[in-house]
């Protein structure tokens, strides 16, 4: 072998590596400035509200994530920066944002040979994310104990025992021991029982008209023999 084609080997090596080693930093660059590695969503962390861009950058290039919230008008709110340092596997990185429903936010990526706008643009879900408190579940009303079968015991009185009503035929005849089988009274008696007849009153009257009587006929008495005596 000549030094002639020693040098001309060495020098074609020469290129080859240049070559090869252009053909890998552009395929870097390539991978690098693909505005595809990166998405962006809305999520929810409990109640609070997240908005979540990933980088799925191969390279590994650093860069930067910018989020802007779009409002009526076209007028834009920044919602926050932050770099962002990619790897095959996917990096995340998040911005606490307390997101409405529906709403639209443009996230904008800044690395190596990236400066563009993640298109779609991000719109959030139409749902609200939930407090802690809206999902616990709602107190419902409580159901009535069941009832016992047994029945309660009333706080009235306690019903009196009716009395029995005689009947037609137990009143018309005399129950034993009533006026019609008790035993009759004497014969002056019975009268005088009722009345009051039964006293001594009527011996006391009888008495003092007999003393009356003996009295007035003493009187006359007494008189006549007075007028016989004068006469004679």
Same mark, same amino acid.
């Given at each position: 072998? *000549? $030094?002639?084609?020693?040098? $001309?080997?060495?020098?074609?090596?020469?290129?080859?590596?240049?070559? @090869?080693?252009?053909?890998?930093?552009?395929?870097?660059?390539?991978? /690098?400035?693909?505005?595809?590695?990166?998405?962006? #969503?809305?999520?929810?962390?409990?109640?609070?509200?997240?908005?979540?861009?990933?980088?799925?950058?191969?390279?590994?290039?650093?860069?930067?994530?910018?989020?802007?919230?779009?409002?009526?008008?076209?007028? #834009?709110?920044?919602?926050?920066?932050?770099?962002?340092?990619?790897?095959?596997?996917?990096?995340?990185?998040?911005?606490? #944002?307390?997101?409405?429903?529906?709403?639209?936010?443009?996230?904008?990526?800044?690395?190596?040979?990236?400066? $563009?706008?993640?298109?779609?643009?991000?719109? *959030?879900?139409?749902?609200?994310?939930?407090?802690? #408190?809206?999902?616990?579940?709602?107190? *419902?009303?409580? @159901?009535?104990? +069941?009832?016992?079968?047994?029945?309660?015991?009333?706080?009235?009185? !306690?019903?009196? !025992?009716?009395? +029995?009503?005689?009947?037609?035929?137990?009143?018309?005849? /005399?129950?034993?021991?009533?006026?019609?089988?008790?035993?009759? +009274?004497?014969?002056?008696?019975?009268?005088?029982?009722?009345?009051?007849?039964?006293?001594? *009153?009527?011996?006391?009257?009888?008495?003092?008209? @007999?003393?009356?009587?003996?009295?007035?006929?003493?009187?006359?008495?007494?008189? $006549?023999?007075?007028? @016989?005596?004068?006469?004679?």
């Amino acid at each position: 072998m *000549t $030094r002639r084609s020693v040098r $001309r080997s060495v020098r074609v090596l020469g290129v080859a590596s240049g070559s @090869a080693a252009l053909v890998l930093g552009l395929s870097g660059s390539a991978l /690098a400035s693909n505005i595809k590695n990166f998405a962006a #969503e809305a999520r929810c962390d409990g109640g609070k509200g997240l908005i979540v861009v990933t980088d799925t950058d191969p390279s590994a290039a650093e860069g930067t994530v910018s989020v802007f919230l779009q409002g009526d008008g076209g007028v #834009e709110t920044k919602v926050g920066e932050q770099p962002v340092k990619g790897s095959k596997e996917g990096v995340e990185v998040s911005f606490p #944002e307390d997101w409405k429903p529906s709403a639209t936010y443009r996230v904008h990526v800044k690395a190596a040979n990236v400066d $563009r706008d993640i298109k779609p643009d991000l719109v *959030t879900p139409s749902t609200a994310c939930k407090t802690e #408190e809206s999902r616990k579940p709602k107190p *419902t009303a409580s @159901a009535s104990p +069941p009832r016992s079968s047994s029945p309660s015991p009333s706080k009235s009185a !306690p019903a009196q !025992p009716a009395t +029995p009503v005689p009947s037609a035929s137990e009143s018309s005849s /005399a129950p034993a021991g009533t006026a019609e089988n008790a035993p009759s +009274p004497a014969v002056g008696d019975s009268n005088l029982a009722e009345t009051g007849a039964n006293s001594n *009153t009527g011996l006391i009257a009888g008495i003092a008209a @007999a003393l009356v009587a003996v009295g007035g006929g003493a009187v006359w008495f007494g008189m $006549r023999r007075r007028g @016989a005596s004068r006469n004679g």
